[in-house]
């Protein structure tokens, strides 16, 4: 199991206090990609066109996790 799959799973049991950069080493393994332009969210991107935007400061709240794992688990289970 890579550090990706950790951070995932991890990110299911508590959805509490991760970083961006953390997002983005389990959006990275998943094919997802991002945008982040200096401004205050970070944009992750899916090939049909869905965005969902997080706020880039620490820590990230609950709900913004939840959603990030729900995009992914759209994209495994396509």
Not at 45 to 60: E, F, K, Q, S, V
């Amino acid at each position: 199991m890579g550090n990706a799959e950790k951070l995932f799973a991890a990110m299911h049991r508590n959805p509490r206090d991760w970083s961006l950069a953390q997002l983005q080493t389990v959006a990275r393994h998943f094919g997802l990609e991002w945008r982040q332009g200096g401004g205050s969210h970070c944009v992750f991107l899916r090939d049909d066109g869905r965005t969902l935007p997080i706020p880039a400061h620490r820590p990230i709240k609950p709900i913004y996790i939840k959603k990030f794992l729900a995009l992914l688990e759209e994209i495994s289970n396509a």
